[in-house]
């Protein structure tokens, strides 16, 4: 075998080849280790977005490797018409490790969120006179097919795709009152983030979930938490909600469990298993190889309880940023486990970005103030420390 790496030139032809959607550097990633990608020119980068809080595991794990290894020997895919045995094997490992008691599988973020939203649906159609309304917040992200994009709380989106699809209405997150006071006949369901990821890093804070489980079980309406970007040991617990000490009805996960290969699910309850035949589906629900990795994501984080390091490793971060902080080089810090936003004294995200970027390092900015770290769960204190050297550099 070949070891070398070949250094492929990106050409405005192959640039050109691909619909642009977003800017992109000139850099062709060629391979990644644990805290580590290389591009094609060899050059390294210590990656702390994780291909966007994915990676939960680093770049290439052994159990992943492992698993894809024999799952694709062993089946690829059956067919959505039968059951299979890593399916059978990670639904109940979900189910043990979560106030759940059924889970549909699907492939990324926006479809576990279209399943939520289904079945919020069928159930206001069922039991609620056929109130299909669900309220969400402003600064709120829930994907991008047509109904999670009108669920997200971007504003100028409203503009983008008409005729906008109904059904939603948002919110101020943290303001108890303002759903109070949204709440009617037609509302099925409340749809929160436990920490507005894309919107910022914003935090929930734990009364106010106590007193949205109180309220939607009052009202009798659901709660549907968005943890695709919280779930599976980001934020120093298994899953978000159990922070806040409260059970949602429904809830959704994608980014980390599936530690980069493309897999979704929503989690319900027995109460919930209310799609009648045919209502809900997919060609590639429980698809064996992608069950097989999410079982060994999993299965993983759980043995080696990975949560307790986001835990550990976040506050580091944000004791060392903090110093930054004295220092007037930054404005802010904030964020739960391993999901850490940097407010800056400008609005120049893109830019340290960038520099960061020359320098070796892969940090977001998701609003022109801010930095997002989100970075794999097995990370260390020497990652961590060259991390923040660089940060330190360039601001
Ligand atoms: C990323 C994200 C989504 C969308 O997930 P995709 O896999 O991109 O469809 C939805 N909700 C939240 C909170 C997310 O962070």
Redesign the pocket.
Known sequence: MNNKVEKIPLTEEAKNSILYVSDKPDIIMEKGKGMYLWDTTGKKYLDFIAGWAVNSLGHCPEVIIKALEYQSKTLINSSPAFYNKPMINFSKLLINNSCFDRVFFST???EA?ESAIKLAKKYGTKYLNGAFEIITTTNS????TLATMAATGKPNWKNLYKPYYPGFSHVAFNDIKAIKNKINKNTCAIML?PIQ??GGINLGNLEYFKEIRKLCTDNGILLIL?E??TGIGRTGKLFAYNHFDIEPDIMTI??GIGGGFPL?AMLTKNKLNIFNKGDQGGTYTGQPLAMSVGYAVLNRVIEEKLWLNAEIQGKYIIENLNKLKDNGKIKSVRGMGLLIGIVLNKENGDQIVNSCLKNGLIVNSPKSNMLRLMPSLTVEKNHINNMIDIIKEII
């Open positions: 990324s973020g926006a969120n992200f829930h994907g991008r983030e990821g894309e968005d695709i970007q994608a980014k979704s």
